[in-house]
């Protein structure tokens, strides 16, 4: 019999016009008047984050904007942001933005009353403690950060991703608003969306999985694999984005109680390498770990084909794993995923490097079937060659 736990504290208010509403949202919690609102240039030059702060202001709410966040976070932002936070006397985090925002915000949130580096955290060395309320207001479909106990941070130093993970690092709110991502650009739009496709997938295969995590997983793909292509082709279609903030969310849920896996460990080291969009990495190489995956744990694989409408009850396991590979294969070229050859910056003289990364990933060992050195090598090389 299977022992688990699942548990989210986080309120989550969902609906088109929500992020209108952040102020009587906010009246209504205990997280004082001084908020630090983090974010990325892009988002804000987008014009989402100036209504938002200037509905706070109006409210009476004292707001300090702070911006300088990358595509992959480092611990060098997340350090300044946590000083502008401690300086400045404020007592709440609102992260605006993709999972590089939201991320970050959870980072200023932890580090900004209790000091510490990241490292320090991730190695047990300071407990996670007297942590900033935490709002969250996502403008892509993909992390579901906004939902999740985890922070995902570069080492600017060793190029290594580091994850501050602990209950207490859920955000106190959630607001989805899907208007919010209707000028995301097509590109991002596939990248995020297959993020999340990702999370949902190894949430529900991880070896750390539950039944909890797989009901939320198996909803979360069917939404996605049948609304990312919509959304992408029309960025403005109410009810696809709709459906990929939502299907995002319950990805979030899903991996949030669970775990991601061997797709995340090799992206991550990819983004810590080459600071690739983290998206665009756990893209390119899904195809080949779920094809690596699946011969040795065909039926929960068969499982997930059915959820995503690539296989059906009448088909047997190994014809519904066969038809997983070639619809996800399929499903990946019509957004136009880059091949990993095409990315920029990749070198093959860094394979062995971005291996070792991938290696010494906290997630690896939740991989379903058990991966190691080779086996990784042989997936990068694959992805690589585009030998599917």
């Known amino acids: 019999m299977q022992s688990y736990s699942y548990f989210c504290n986080t309120r989550i208010e969902m609906g088109i016009g929500k992020a209108e509403q952040i102020s009587n949202l906010l009246n209504s919690l205990e997280i004082g008047k001084s908020i630090l609102i983090v974010s990325d240039k892009g988002v804000v030059n987008a014009g989402i984050v100036h209504p938002i702060q200037t509905a706070l202001e109006e409210s009476g709410y004292r707001v300090e904007l702070f911006d300088s966040v990358s595509q992959n976070p480092r611990d060098t932002e997340c350090l300044a942001g946590a000083k502008i936070f401690k300086e400045k006397g404020m007592e709440a985090v609102v992260a605006i933005g993709g999972g590089s925002a939201m991320d970050t915000g959870k980072a200023i949130a932890l580090f900004g009353p209790n000091g510490g580096t990241p490292i320090e955290y991730v190695e047990g060395k300071r407990p996670y403690t007297n942590i900033a309320p935490i709002i969250c207001i996502p403008s892509t479909a993909g992390t579901g950060s906004e939902v999740t106990r985890s922070s995902v941070i570069t080492e600017s130093a060793t190029h290594r991703k ?4 602990d209950a207490s690092l859920r955000p106190t709110l959630a607001v989805l608003d899907p208007k919010l991502t209707f000028t995301v650009p097509q590109a991002v739009t596939a990248a995020t969306g297959v993020d999340a496709l990702v999370h949902a997938i190894e949430g529900y295969t991880c070896k750390v999985t539950n039944p909890i995590s797989q009901a939320l997983g198996a909803r979360a793909m069917r939404k996605i694999v ?25 990805a979030g849920l899903c991996f949030g109680s669970s775990d991601v896996a061997a797709v995340h460990c090799l992206a991550e080291a990819l983004g810590g390498l080459y600071d690739t969009p983290h998206g665009v990495a756990n893209a390119v190489f899904l195809p080949y770990v779920l094809k690596f995956n699946a011969e040795a744990e065909e039926h929960i694989h068969a499982e997930i084909a059915r959820h995503m409408l690539f296989a059906t009850v009448s088909d047997s396991d190994e014809s519904a794993v066969n038809k997983l590979l070639t619809g996800i294969r399929e499903w990946t070229n019509q957004l136009e995923i880059p091949k990993l050859k095409d990315l920029p910056g990749i070198r093959m003289e860094d394979f062995e490097t971005i291996v070792e990364l991938a290696v010494k990933n906290n997630s690896t060992p939740s991989n379903v079937r058990k991966i190691g050195y080779e086996d990784y090598m042989s997936i990068l090389k694959e992805a690589y060659d585009d030998a599917y």
């Open 226 to 250: 049948e609304s990312l292509p919509i959304a992408f082709k029309d960025g403005e279609n109410e009810k696809a984005r709709y459906a990929m903030l939502e299907g995002s969310l319950l």
């Open 162 to 165: 580091l994850t501050l993970k």
